[in-house]
């Protein structure tokens, strides 16, 4: 008989409040369901670096045999995940970096990558030349610093588009508000927005309209969730002109997690893929969300028929027992 051990997994988030984030615990969850005996301790630092700090130490403290972190900000988180992983405690980062080499495995897309996407896509429709301005994610945190240099390293093959003004939104719809309508001189004689995250982007969106600028004005994000608030509706409805995919990686960290835990070969770097949608792909994306959706609800009533299927058997198995015993 296999020897069935129960395994904890830690699971450090730098924020859980976002559509983005709800994702990938939702595909965590669903993908642990798969794994029976395996449990998740869920801890959401609130986009503060110190208190994820503080949260994975708790997790260490409490026991894991292994954690998934997206770290709120590259620097402040590294130390304390060098130290996890220098415990033998497996290490998998997920989405956002350290600053070093010292963890498990890797699961996200390539940030420059979805920069230098959004850059190309962008030079492309506005044919080469315009004025362009950029509200990016946290400063410090990994995807931030690595979207801003992939954007701008496509817009240095396209010397007629300037950027015209650099904000930091900070991953959030407030903060990009408040920047933006702070400078919004330097919004008068632009031709798009690029916004490190649907939700700025949408943010950006709001602050054009409120200033009664035109509606010709390109705005892309990155993210592009299916789903109410996700930014599939977004650019299908015509809020955002475009959004780079980014998966989140929930389903992938947890079979990586396995694999690691029952000490079955994996890759250090699991480096997912990514794509533009606009209005020329949108609806055939949305079809594929819906399919995949509606076979994860074929799955999980399956399942549930399994587990009763499961129940009425033990039961049954007692009322055996029962008999053969008196
Ligand atoms: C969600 C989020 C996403 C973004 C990612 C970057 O918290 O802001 O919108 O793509 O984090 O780490």
């Not at 990016?136 to 093959?157: N, V």
Request: proline share 3%; aromatic share 6%.
């Amino acid at each position: 008989k296999k020897e069935t051990r129960e395994y904890k997994i830690g699971f450090s988030q730098c924020v859980g409040s976002d559509l983005w984030r709800k994702t990938m615990l939702v595909e965590m969850k669903t993908e642990l369901s798969l794994k029976p005996g395996t449990k998740l301790s869920y801890a959401d630092a609130d986009n503060s670096s110190s208190k994820q700090i503080e949260q994975v130490k708790e997790m260490i403290n409490e026991g894991i045999d292994l954690l998934v972190i997206s770290p709120n900000e590259a620097l402040p988180l590294t130390k304390i995940v060098e130290e996890t992983y220098n415990k033998g405690i497996p290490v998998i980062v997920i989405d956002r970096k350290t600053s070093s080499p010292l963890y498990t495995a890797y699961v996200g897309a390539e940030n420059y990558q979805v920069g230098k996407i959004a850059g190309e896509y962008l030079a492309n429709s506005l044919k080469g030349s315009g004025n362009v301005v950029e509200v990016m994610g946290l400063p410090g945190s990994s995807p931030a610093i690595e979207r801003d240099r992939g954007f701008m390293d496509a817009l240095k093959e396209h010397p007629e588009i300037k950027v015209t003004g650099q904000f930091y939104g900070d991953w959030l719809g407030p903060n990009t508000e408040t920047q933006l309508l702070k400078n919004k001189d330097k919004l008068k004689n632009i031709d798009a927005i690029f916004a490190h995250n649907d939700v700025m982007a949408t943010s950006a969106r709001k602050v054009l309209k409120q200033l009664n600028l035109s509606n010709k004005i390109k705005v892309i994000g990155v993210d592009a969730l299916p789903g109410n608030g996700g930014g599939l509706n977004l650019v299908s409805n015509k809020t955002l002109t475009a959004s780079v995919l980014y998966p989140t990686g929930g389903k992938e960290a947890i079979n990586i997690a396995m694999r690691i835990l029952n000490k079955e070969s994996f890759s250090k770097e699991n480096i997912l893929q990514t794509v533009v949608i606009d209005s020329s792909n949108v609806q055939l994306m949305k079809l594929q969300w819906d399919r995949i959706n509606s076979q994860q609800s074929d799955i999980e009533r399956q399942q549930t028929l399994l587990a009763d299927q499961f129940k009425v058997y033990n039961s049954q198995r007692l009322v055996l027992n029962f008999i053969v015993i008196t």
